[in-house]
């Protein structure tokens, strides 16, 4: 059995050795004649999988070990009897981890007081719930849109576009009731003021990229953080110039969602060809390694949180790699932008780090709980 697979599958030959002969490209240079002869298709999202790349193939399965499918034309694969999967909710937690390190620290850059703000949520999955749900238990005002999940708990669209800080979780669609293709448009854009804040880590073309640098050129203090980039991985200069937070489409990028991702396909795969499962993540990463980190007086404690996150994960990093990559000619820029992505550090999830605390009955010990890091009593 041949598997034609992304270069940039983390684990790909643990999980996928013994299941069949593995050929890989770099996920952007696949073309049609890299997966002739192949039974298995597996891609990350930067590989657009339609009748070009497949066209005349014998590939009886496609899996993408991301959450996102917008690359992917199901009803091509559908068409053509071609097993699919995606791997749902893999690194929703590295999302959630991006956008808590970027409020700790736009509430620093920005001076803004977390405890006496509203975020909004655009889209309400997996990662946008969980965004919810943690900002929730460390106390903030949140509001959340979805017009396709149960109401009971939404807002409209128009509260939303009211809330001081928005983030945006939603899949990029062109069809449908709601599409989310410039959902973000100039209209749309005009109706936020200089106060507000606009996170993107959905995809790029939710926000019209050429609409939101004219508004940041009229509008400098508008807060932009970008992580998803509507041409990327050619990413607009100007713009990227003009955002408070711009990264390379690295929020998912914890090293446990991108290995989740991975596994969930293999599971999927095994399934699809009725094989055992023979491997886990487990077997390959270590489990949580013994970092720690101790907040022992009331001193300590009283930043404790905004610590812990920063020294985990720190967004602003991300954001001057990326800045440092903006020169040269457009080529070498594509360039940087995907090397900075293949070669991204093993960045670890929250909940793989100890955290000692003094008084684990305190508020400052439900918090860390909320953010998901192994609290301990010091
Ligand atoms: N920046 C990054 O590294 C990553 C980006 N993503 C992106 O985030 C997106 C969301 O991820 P999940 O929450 O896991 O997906 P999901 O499919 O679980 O949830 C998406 C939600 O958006 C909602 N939605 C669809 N159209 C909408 C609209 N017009 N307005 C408001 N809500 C709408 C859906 O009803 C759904 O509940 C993915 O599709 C992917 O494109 C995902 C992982 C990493
Ligand atoms: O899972 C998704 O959806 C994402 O956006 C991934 O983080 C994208 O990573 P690559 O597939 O572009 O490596």
Redesign the pocket.
């Known amino acids: 059995m041949k598997i034609v697979a992304d270069e940039n599958i983390p684990l790909l030959h643990n999980f996928f050795g013994d299941v069949g002969d593995i050929e890989t490209y770099p996920g952007r240079a696949l073309t049609n004649e890299c997966v002739m002869g192949a039974d298995i298709l597996l891609v990350r999202s930067v590989t657009q999988v339609n009748e070009t790349l497949l066209a005349g193939s014998n590939v009886k399965f496609v899996g993408t070990c991301?959450?996102?499918?917008?690359h992917i034309d199901t009803a091509y694969l559908q068409s053509k009897g071609i097993t699919f999967s995606s791997a749902?909710?893999c690194?929703?937690t590295?999302?959630v981890e991006?956008v808590i390190s970027t409020l700790s620290v736009l509430s620093e850059v920005r001076q803004i007081d977390l405890s006496d703000i509203t975020v909004g949520v655009?889209?309400?999955?997996?990662?946008?719930?969980r965004v919810v749900s943690t900002l929730k238990r460390l106390g903030l005002k949140v509001l959340a849109?979805?017009?396709?999940?149960d109401q009971t708990e939404m807002v409209s669209?128009e509260e939303i576009l009211k809330c001081d800080i928005i983030s945006l979780?939603?899949?990029?669609?062109k069809e449908g009731d709601?599409?989310?293709y410039h959902?973000f448009d100039e209209n749309t854009l005009a109706k936020l003021t200089e106060q507000q804040v606009l996170i993107n880590?959905?995809?790029g073309a939710v926000i019209d990229g050429e609409a939101l640098k004219q508004k940041l050129k009229k509008q400098p203090r508008f807060t932009a953080v970008l992580?998803?980039w509507e041409t990327e991985p050619n990413v607009d200069i100007e713009l990227a110039g003009l955002v408070t937070i711009g990264t390379p489409?690295?929020?998912?990028?914890s090293l446990d969602g991108k290995v989740k991702g991975t596994e969930m396909i293999y599971q999927a795969l095994c399934r699809h060809l009725g094989l055992p499962l023979r491997h886990q993540v487990a077997q390959f990463i270590p489990s949580p390694p013994l970092s720690r980190m101790h907040f022992t007086s009331e001193a300590e404690q009283a930043w404790s949180m905004h610590t812990a996150i920063r020294t985990v994960y720190d967004v602003r990093h991300d954001h001057y790699n990326l800045m440092n990559t903006l020169q040269g000619t457009e080529q070498q820029r594509v360039q940087a932008f995907d090397q900075l992505r293949k070669q991204y550090r093993p960045r670890r999830e929250f909940s793989t780090i100890k955290v000692f605390l003094k008084n684990t009955d305190s508020a400052m010990h439900s918090m860390f709980k909320a953010l998901g890091f192994n609290v301990k009593s010091a």
């Open positions: 991301t959450i996102g499918t917008d749902p909710g690194n929703a590295s999302v991006y655009v889209g309400c999955g997996n990662v946008g719930s849109n979805d017009p396709l999940v669209f979780h939603t899949p990029l669609t709601y599409p989310t959902l880590t959905g995809r992580d998803v489409h690295i929020a998912g990028y």
